[in-house]
């Protein structure tokens, strides 16, 4: 009884390590967003509007070319009452039975002249299909920027969680010497219970960095579209190991490369060419046109090969009073998109200054942080000495050791800051995506 136990316990005990094992995964950075830009909904729905926008600047398009109808009629008569009022004949011969009647055509127009209406919409819908394009890049750009976040938030977790976990080993020991050195009456039972308090907190600290680990890897997955459960194990060599170059020091790039700024210029350009589609309410339309009939009424008529060819010409002459109404309004709509295009500009301007400022800080920030673990290194190991030759008390040992734990977090969470000051440099430019190979998609 007690084997089958034990091995039970052993292939239970295997196959939670087999399932640990599969969910865990390790994503270098440019996987992660190239697998976010595959799978996100925001990629996804962005791409669905840009085949939109396709298909109307196609149907835009088949409006320049001839309209083609065929129709075709079969009637069946009733007992007609007919009274010919030429050509009557003498003899008052019976009239033919009129029971039925058929009737073909086919008709074509071809568009000449709309007041330029057709050639203006064609240009509206060709820039609303270029400034749908570049959202849907700028879309890219967004979630490529949210994998970043996520992804840096994630490395930042794990390494604090990681040198949490390695204090928590030295003060379980301090602790565990402490006990002995307090049965032994070399240290007040005070200083014992200070070094386990110290355990205390740093687990209450490791739950902490737990709980904030699974939230920002429950995100990171969920962007992701990764199975639930999915365990994400982030490398240093993944996120920390590459040259930072191309460094942005203007907002020149920003203005030159930002999708959005982009879009709405397209946008500003179709304003421009719904004025003119707004204008051409004015000019009359012109049109050739040409047909084809035949005709067949029992015992009547019949006819055939009845062609026409011609011109067609409508000119609504209400739009003289009323369409100036529509002229202004797209006009208004026009200045619209200049304002928002000046606008998103200044906005782009200051996104860049703040991107360029906060880089700069983080450098400035782990420049200081990597001193501060040296100090607080050197600080810890004179403060271990004094205590060791009874120089020094326990307060000053515990609060020493906290100081090394926090400047050794607050080095690597620099390091990674610096990384993530730099894709959102990056992003606020334009070139986040082109730093990421866009081509691979």
Not at 286 to 304: E, H, M
Not at 399 to 405: G, K, P, R, S
């Amino acid at each position: 009884m007690k084997v089958s136990q034990l091995m039970l316990f052993g292939i239970f005990f295997i196959g939670i390590s087999a399932v640990e094992a599969q969910e865990k995964t390790s994503l270098t950075l440019d996987e992660a967003i190239h697998l976010a830009w595959k799978n996100s909904n925001e990629v996804s729905l962005a791409n669905a509007k840009v085949n939109t926008k396709k298909y109307e600047l196609q149907s835009t398009k088949n409006s320049q070319y001839p309209d083609l109808k065929i129709s075709g009629q079969y009637q069946r008569l009733a007992k007609a009452s007919i009274d010919l009022k030429i050509n009557k004949s003498a003899t008052s011969e019976p009239l033919p039975v009129v029971d039925q009647l058929m009737i073909g055509q086919v008709n074509a127009s071809v568009p000449v002249f709309a007041g330029f209406k057709i050639q203006n919409s064609i240009k509206a819908y060709e820039n609303l299909y270029q400034a749908e394009t570049a959202t849907a890049s700028q879309k890219k750009e967004e979630v490529a920027m949210k994998v970043v976040n996520h992804y840096a938030d994630l490395y930042k977790a794990q390494k604090t969680l990681e040198l949490l976990k390695e204090n928590q080993k030295r003060a379980q020991q301090r602790a565990t010497d402490f006990s002995d050195l307090e049965k032994n009456g070399i240290i007040p039972r005070n200083d014992l219970l200070k070094s386990q308090l110290q355990v205390s907190k740093i687990q209450l600290s490791l739950d902490e960095a737990a709980k904030n680990l699974n939230i920002v890897n429950f995100y990171l997955v969920t962007l992701l579209k990764l199975p639930t459960g999915t365990k994400l194990v982030i490398n240093e060599s993944d996120f920390a190991n590459f040259q930072m170059d191309n460094i942005p020091a203007n907002d020149e790039p920003a203005l030159q490369n930002r999708k959005d700024l982009e879009a709405i210029r397209f946008q500003g350009k179709a304003s421009q060419a719904n004025i003119k589609i707004a204008k051409s309410g004015y000019y009359p339309s012109i049109a050739i046109i040409g047909g084809y009939t035949a005709l067949d009424l029992k015992n009547v008529i019949t006819v055939q090969n009845a062609m026409n060819i011609g011109v067609g010409v409508s000119y609504d002459l209400s739009a003289i009073l009323k369409n100036g109404t529509t002229v202004k309004i797209a006009e208004s709509k026009a200045i619209e998109v200049q304002n928002s295009e000046a606008m998103l500009t200044d906005y782009i301007r200051l996104e860049v200054q703040n991107a360029i400022e906060d880089y700069d800080l983080a450098l400035k920030q782990n420049e200081v942080y990597a001193q501060a673990v040296e100090q607080s290194s050197e600080n810890y190991r004179i403060i271990k000495d004094k205590y060791d030759n009874g120089l020094s008390d326990t307060n000053d040992l515990l609060e020493a050791d906290v100081e090394q734990l926090g400047s050794k977090i607050n080095k690597a969470l620099a390091k990674a800051n610096i990384i993530q000051k730099y894709y959102e440099l990056l992003s606020v430019t334009g070139q986040l995506s082109q730093s990421f190979n866009l081509a691979k998609i």
